[in-house]
Nanobody, 125 residues
Framework: QVQLVESGGGLVHPGGSLRLSCAAS????????IRWYRQAPGKEREGVSC?????QTTYYADSVKGRFTISRDNAVHLQMTNLKPEDTAIYYC?????????????????????WGQGTQVTVSS
């Protein structure tokens, strides 16, 4: 079974940029659409973005549209620009149920998807 690991988090000033990556530490994520979520302290986990297995279809939450860009090669990347303090959260990647993004109408627990361990992003002056 695939195992996922996130990297690239850190501390950045408002307006700054970070690039997160989600890679497979075992198995392969190549056959899956991959989702990004985030969870801020005291808040529910929020779906941020998704990219299909082919890379041709992407999805963004309204809160990040125009600022975040998802892409994939051997890993899945989330390029985050113009970061705001409200983007502060732990960011997680997860497998979708198959090659297509179903984030809009399924939860990861619906199909027993795999989560990464998360990476902290802090946006603060």
């Amino acid at each position: 079974q695939v195992q996922l690991v996130e990297s690239g988090g850190g501390l950045v000033h408002p307006g700054g940029s970070l690039r997160l990556s989600c890679a497979a530490s075992s198995g392969s994520l190549a056959i899956y659409a991959i989702r990004w979520y985030r969870q801020a302290p005291g808040k529910e986990r929020e779906g941020v973005s998704c990219i299909s297995e082919s890379g041709q279809t992407t999805y963004y939450a309204d809160s990040v549209k125009g600022r975040f860009t998802i892409s994939r090669d051997n890993a899945v990347h989330l390029q985050m620009t113009n970061l705001k303090p409200e983007d502060t959260a732990i960011y997680y990647c997860a497998t979708d149920s198959g090659p297509l993004c179903t984030m809009a109408y399924t939860s990861v627990s619906d199909y027993g998807g795999v989560w990464g361990q998360g990476t902290q992003v802090t946006v603060s002056s």
